[in-house]
Nanobody, 125 residues
Framework: QVQLVESGGGLVQAGGSLRLSCAAS????????MGWFRQAPGKERVFVAA????????YYPPFVKGRFTISRDNAKNTVYLQMNSLIPEDTAVYLC??????????????????WGQGTQVTVSS
């Protein structure tokens, strides 16, 4: 499995921006599709964004489309999540995930195999 470490979370005011990073190690990063999920206290984990192994295809759920952008740098073994126009409802722990199967696809329907520990994002009103 690939090891994942997230960073970049913090406290931001509504309307602000944050960029999360997820550094991967242990396997060939460019062989994996990557995703971001979030989990708020007492709620289920929710899919936020996915990117295929080349970075040429991305996918977002409707509630973040236009505000969040996922990208990757395969030379740096890192995936990013740029979050703009943040709202208090975006407050959650954000987790990075990797998937070796169907890595040409930026989809959420195929389960991810490896997970990071998460980074806290808090948006104040």
């Amino acid at each position: 499995q690939v090891q994942l470490v997230e960073s970049g979370g913090g406290l931001v005011q509504a309307g602000g921006s944050l960029r999360l990073s997820c550094a991967a190690s242990g396997r060939t990063f460019s062989n994996y599709a990557m995703g971001w999920f979030r989990q708020a206290p007492g709620k289920e984990r929710v899919f936020v964004a996915a990117i295929n192994k080349s970075g040429g295809d991305t996918y977002y759920p409707p509630f973040v489309k236009g505000r969040f952008t996922i990208s990757r740098d395969n030379a740096k073994n890192t995936v990013y999540l740029q979050m703009n126009s943040l709202i208090p409802e975006d407050t959650a722990v954000y987790l990075c995930a990797a998937r070796g199967r169907y890595s040409d696809l930026a989809v959420a329907s195929v389960p991810f195999d490896s997970w990071g520990q998460g980074t806290q994002v808090t948006v104040s009103s």
